[in-house]
């Protein structure tokens, strides 16, 4: 078979710089390959030297769409490590700003990078023009979830409240009131998505592999818990350099992960596949509805994952806010006085497990960092999932090949922003 | 009536100033309709190599060669360029680096390993170092009213003004009460204002996240942190937090 080569400028509706090579000898994959090219961004020398109060604000910086999952992750860290113990109502506080910021991502990679592909239009502008109702559903979606956000820290990106320790400023009972009833719209508007969602055709490709998510303890939640693994024991964070192991890769700027030596796939719907029996009761007569069958190992399903736990983060808000209802929460300032020592602490990202780690000396100044983004940790699966599924696309043409693919990765909700970025395409047949 | 021509470009970044200005909600499609966005990098196809633009925002620090070049090429075809976003306007996070530019390639050595090649710059540079910019929109993130506005105001044909003022005015405008009072060391009077102070009013001490203010007082700020305890060397870390470590006075 002739060798036709040819570059597509990139892949776009990704959040970042990457490109992908695939070489075809007939219909074997020869390469299928992803590489990193955004600028170094060097994070984890940047928090090097720095105050342990100053180090989820650097962080936070990581991705701006992942913003709150950072700032929280990293707090979270650096607590761990210089032996601070957050109160219950900071615990709350947080999950309820995941909650939100993972409803206010879903949205943005669902309507804004995703449904394009299965409204058949070229980008969300033209959504914007054609589907107006789409579009403001969207809308909505972003400006009540953003609004929480702001609502109990500070800002819609970057939050600022959030501290090491407590948070500023606390919701009061009549904000409680106020965010319940945003949740509840929030619910109202998610439970269409979800219905939107479904409504669209995925392409038939299934591909099992490893899943791994953040396992609460006994709800379907991103604050903590051990690492979870669908069909397996799982692992404590704590040793999660044991199982996962970074690879520097020559043709990259990030590093991609393996789980024990395998490509694995994090995000909604290893979340869903690994705690899906614990759905709030909306959420899972939803799956019911669309008969949605769990385990699911179809890539495509991560879109519909994330408009079922939209619903469901609505139900689990709500639970928490309940318990502050005719109390609001109680104001706590606190000096934090740092003791050295090293902290590890993992979250699950609206794209998946997020891990943070650190190390301080005694006057609390950091001396190392190692931050794992969920994207490096499923680049490894989507060039698994490419080897598996070329031979089938092969027989189409270019075109199509490169759309198909491009919805293949778009599906992770990759944040190559994250994990350093954007994607040119190169075709060997 | 032929619609302006913008385009949207990204650097070094975390990209949250283009979500920011997606907060501009509802107005989004007022604005989307009366402006051709004919490039987008994020959310449509590839790049137009032969388009000129009426206004190019660009967000993010430049920090490797190719940053350089698109910046300069995209002068080239802008009337009006906006520099989006502290890193763009400042380096911002991404200059946090830059005091250990010395140590760049041992740095870059303990992420990346000794094999791969050092190809970024050592330090992160604002978009001004390269190329002349028309404004500078600062905020880390940006805030998408004064997006709106400064888009507003250049299709009306006025030239958009940046405050000149401190948070502290923002915060007086709000009815924030200061956090001084408090005993907290705020940021605010040395930092430039035109967020309308959310972290003031959630009683958290400004960062300086939207740069330093032109003419500020850095003395007395000096002598203020002095007073709050904060040694030297983290008063720098504080002050040139979003300028790569370099002070505005
Ligand atoms: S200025 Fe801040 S919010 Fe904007 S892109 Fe830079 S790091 Fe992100
Ligand atoms: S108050 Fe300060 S840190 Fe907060 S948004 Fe304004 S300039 Fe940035």
Partial sequence: MSHKSYALSCMTKVEGHAKLEVE????????????????????????????????????????????????????????????????????DLRRLLLH?????????????????????????????????????????????????????????????????????????????????????????????????????????FENPTN??????????????????????????????????????????????????????????LARLNIMGDRLSKSARSIVRKHKLKLPNFSTFTNNISQAVEMVHFCDRALEVLSKYEKTGFREEKRKIKPRGGEGIAACEAPRGT??????????????????????CQNVRNMESDMQKWMPELIKKNDEKVKHSLEMLIRAYDPCFSCSTHFLNFNLKR | MVKPKVAFFGMTSCK???????LANEKLPAIFGSIDIVDFWMLNEKPKDDDMYDIAFIDGAVSN?????????????????????????????????????????????????????????????????????????????????????????????????APDYPVCVDCKKAGVSCLFKEGTLCMGPVTRAGCNAPCPASRTACDGCRGPLPDANWNEMEKLMKEHGIEKKTMNMMLGKYTGGKMAK
């Fill in chain 1, 211 to 268: 899943y791994l998510s953040v396992k609460e303890k006994n709800s379907y939640d991103l604050y903590e818990g051990d690492i979870g693994v669908l069909g397996e024991k799982g692992f404590k964070v704590k040793d999660y350099q044991k199982h996962l192991e970074e690879e520097t890769i020559y043709r990259s700027t990030a590093k991609y992960a393996r789980y024990d030596g395998k490509p694995y796939m994090t995000g909604a």
């Fill in chain 1, 24 to 91: 075809m000898d007939g219909n074997k994959v020869k390469k299928a390959e992803i590489a990193v090219f955004e600028p170094s961004r060097y994070f984890e020398h940047m928090v090097r030297g720095k105050p342990f109060d100053m180090v989820p604000t650097i962080s936070q910086r990581i991705c701006g769409i992942c913003s709150v999952i950072h700032t929280v992750t990293s707090i979270k860290a650096v607590e761990n490590a210089i032996g601070v113990k957050a109160s219950q109502e900071t615990h």
């Fill in chain 2, 16 to 22: 949250g100033c283009y979500f920011q200005l997606l």
């Fill in chain 2, 65 to 161: 060669h190719e940053n350089a070049e698109l910046v300069r090429n995209v002068r080239e075809r802008s009337k009006y360029v906006i520099a989006f976003g502290t890193c763009a306007c400042h380096g911002g996070i991404p200059a946090v680096r830059n005091p250990d530019e010395r140590k760049h390639s041992a740095y870059h050595k303990l992420v990346y390993g000794k094999d791969i090649k050092v190809k970024s710059y050592p330090h992160a540079d604002p978009v001004s170092r390269h190329i002349h910019v028309d404004y500078e929109m600062t905020g880390c993130p940006i805030n998408e009213r004064e997006a709106v506005e400064v888009i507003r105001d250049l299709l009306l044909g006025k030239k958009p003004v």
């Fill in chain 1, 354 to 375: 997020l891990i943070h780690h650190y190390k301080f000396d005694s006057k609390g100044i950091c001396t190392y960092a190692n931050i794992m983004t969920p994207t």
């Fill in chain 1, 100 to 204: 939100a910021s993972n409803i206010h991502s879903h949205t943005a990679h669902l309507f804004f990078f995703a449904a394009p592909d299965y409204l058949g239009v070229g980008d969300v502008m033209e959504i914007a023009r054609k589907n107006r109702d789409k579009m403001e559903l969207a809308i909505r979606l972003q400006k009540i979830s953003s609004g929480i956000v702001r609502k109990i820290g500070g800002r819609p990106l970057h939050p600022v409240n959030c501290r090491v320790g407590y948070f500023n400023s606390v919701p009061d009972k009549s904000m409680v009131t106020e965010l319940m009833s945003d949740f509840r719209d929030l619910k109202k508007l998610s439970t269409e998505a979800a219905e939107l969602f479904f409504s669209f055709r995925y392409p038939d």
